[in-house]
């Protein structure tokens, strides 16, 4: 019995989104252990002025507690977007968010040593 193609192509587009929205999860535990590295990374500050040292309490706060509320609100608008034709978009923005929080951090120090 082979399947119509419509019906194979959405199971397939059902499951790159929940792969996608289920990969956010580590996604942002990953971000987080980076900003953790990054603050930890200014420790060789104490005798020289580091130039740059993030992006403020107000972005580490956004990075620490945003990171994994996009991954579990990507979830869980999964569950109702997942079957619908644009419902990749959800775990497409997830992940570009949480890319822009490593850019962020990234680019936001000066690295020492």
Do not use: D, H
């Not at 991954?71 to 968010?97: D, N, Q, Y």
């Amino acid at each position: 019995m082979s399947r119509p193609a419509a019906g194979y192509a959405a199971t397939v587009g059902r499951t790159v989104n929940w792969v996608l929205a289920l990969a956010t999860v580590p996604g942002a535990i990953a971000v987080v252990v980076f900003l953790y590295m990054q603050i930890l990374g200014t420790a060789g500050c104490n005798k020289q002025p580091c130039p740059r040292e993030g992006p403020g309490e107000l972005g580490f706060t956004l990075i620490q507690y945003g990171a994994p509320a996009v991954a579990v609100v990507a979830v869980v608008l999964s569950f109702f977007t997942a079957k619908r034709r644009g419902g990749i978009v959800v775990p497409v923005v997830a992940w570009l968010l949480l890319i822009a929080a490593v850019a962020v951090l990234a680019f936001s120090f000066t690295p020492t040593g």
